[in-house]
């Protein structure tokens, strides 16, 4: 296992003329990922979410060595891997589109990587005791440390240090060797153990399913008890019902191997229910890194909030005016409502100087409730869309052609046409600044 952080990491590839010249008008970002910086812990679940081309396949890419780094540094573990070999890492990828030989059963897949790898065992001699032999890398550092050396005494007393190690045999010999097939079986019937495959060995990708590719691509993975696991979109080919048991799945195995996993996709059911915490993506940039909970309830920006969540956010244009207790925020069909300034999260300060502010109103489908009060928000239903357990109610506030979403856990009797009167709940109501985007509570700068 091991941690990876992400030191001012950018990406950058080669441009058309066309593209070029969009990045001297500055509509266009030269950087596919940019000044991306992350800390993701020893055993951690890190899952990063966007929408195609935000940066997040060429970010894992950039980790696995398929990718070189533009800028900055990426650690993994307390090694500096920039210029290491991808095949050095010591990192196992499970791809979208699993990647299976189709001429190898399932064992044979699984095992493939184990019969090319080579590993370090101690050499022996012919009693089978370890051969030990001089530390020449602890040498190699002392020799880099005389070059350092301010004074003659402290060379001196280095080139002592180098000769006591070159007369010292306290370190075994390594060679490289590859694994026994018996190693190589008992890795193999391990991994197809937790996948629950075994009976599936000796069967080839065209004989199974979606999702037992799926686990045969993951066991390869796991055969080689890697530092780290990354997974691009590997849940994307299968369909809603597999999905579901594969994400189970997934989040079970990093359970059992507690290895660090790096997770690539746009589905944000996805993200929401697998990862320890979630990076959110957009254009090479990172939006918002949080648990699950603090980025469904305390988005950062109008992204953040519109593209975590289903159905999406609502949001409204309104104009916001706080005073030192009363808050009005006017919708676009001039409609006032009116809260305390309690009811919300704190305020950045410069919205609460009694003034008028332009803003973005956030409130989710479930924080919507239907009210009898006839001086509430006056809305038209639209359209009644039935999921079984839960009902999507789509209205539009009457006097504009603003349409917003209402999700309700029951069934409802409304039909297109209904009158309604709807109440936003104070204390979920999100309020971005409608000019940057961002939100306008002071959680953001607490953090």
Sequence with gaps: MASISFR???KAYSHSKKEEQKIKAQTMSPFAVRDFNLEVEDGEYIVLVGPSGCGKSTTLRMIAGLEDISGGELFIGDVLANNIDASKRDIAMVFQNYALYPHMTSYQNMSYALKLRK?????????????????????????????????????????????????????????????????????????AE?????????????????????????????????????????????DAKLRASMRNEIVKLHKQVKTTFVYVT??????????????VMK???????????????????????GFIGTPQMNFFDAAFKAGAKKVDIT?????????????????????TDGSAHEIVLGIRGEHISFTKDKNAIAATVGFVEILGNATNILCKLDDSEKEFNISVQERSELQPGDKVFVSFEAKNIHLFDKETGETIYLFVEEE
Excluded at 215 to 233: I, N, Q, S, T
Excluded at 283 to 305: K, R
Excluded at 331 to 343: E, M, P, R
Aim: glycine fraction near 4%; charged fraction near 30%; charge should be neutral.
């Design 119 to 191: 590993i370090p065992k101690p050499v022996l001699d012919k009693n089978g005791q370890v051969v030990y032999d001089i530390d020449r890398n602890k040498i190699k550092e002392l020799q880099k440390e005389i070059k350092k050396a301010t004074s003659a005494k402290e060379i001196e007393n280095i080139n002592k240090e180098i000769e006591l190690q070159k007369n010292t045999k306290n370190t075994p010999k390594m060679k490289l060797v590859h694994y026994s097939k018996e190693e190589i079986d008992e890795k193999v019937q391990k991994a």
């Design 266 to 279: 746009h589905d944000q059911v996805e993200a929401m229910t697998m990862g320890d915490r979630i990076v």
């Design 8 to 10: 001012h990491i950018y």
């Design 194 to 238: 937790i996948l629950d495959i075994k009976h599936l060995l000796d069967r080839k990708p065209a004989e199974m399913s979606g999702g037992q590719r799926q686990r045969v691509a993951l066991g390869r993975a796991l055969v080689r008890d890697p530092k780290v696991f990354l997974l691009d979109e590997p849940l994307s080919n299968l």
């Design 283 to 305: 254009d090479g940039d990172i939006q918002q890194v949080g648990t699950p909970s603090e980025i469904y309830d305390h988005p950062m920006n109008t992204f953040v909030a």
């Design 331 to 351: 919708l676009t069909n001039n409609k006032v409502i009116s809260y305390t300034l309690t009811d919300f999260l704190a305020i950045k300060p410069e919205f």
